[in-house]
């Protein structure tokens, strides 16, 4: 007999770490002994659990890949991740970049050209922005294209 016994439905990542869907969760086993828990959609505690698995020798890459059908970079990138940042890295919020051409002055400047119907193209040019940027803007609804 070999150890660890692992229940019916339990999928293995190899001989001593499983897995099971159960409502909406993912659990992870050695055996019978429950590992980590997490939602079914929590990309976050999936990435973070597969890269501690390899990180503490308990999975090698390539079995994590083959069980879950990934693409082994993401493996990588996530393994980086975690020896870099720890498993709190996989939770922090990244900080949204702020504008860096279309502030709220240049978006003032824009709307006032645009209400004297100067075209795109002039008013790009007059403020030494591309075209492209002020048609992003308006299709962010940042700004409202006027009708001429």
């Known amino acids: 007999m070999e150890l660890p016994l692992f229940s019916e439905e339990v999928s293995l990542i190899n001989s001593l770490i499983g897995y099971a869907k159960r409502e909406g969760k993912v659990y992870y086993f050695n055996g019978q002994m429950p590992l980590f828990i997490h939602d079914e959609k929590d990309g976050d505690s999936f990435k973070m659990f597969m890269a501690q698995l390899y990180v503490t020798g308990n ?41 860096r051409v279309m502030t709220k002055e240049v978006l003032n400047k824009v709307g006032r050209l645009m209400e004297e119907n100067y075209s795109l193209p002039e008013i790009a040019e007059e403020l030494e922005i591309k075209v492209d940027t002020l048609r992003k803007a308006i299709r962010e609804g940042k700004l409202k294209k006027k009708s001429r």
Do not use: C, H, L
């Open 59 to 99: 999975a090698t890459q390539s079995e994590i890949n083959k069980a879950f059908g990934m693409n082994p970079i993401n493996m990588k990138r996530w393994v980086k991740k975690y020896k870099e940042e720890g498993a709190g890295g996989f939770y922090r919020k990244t900080r949204e970049r702020k504008a």
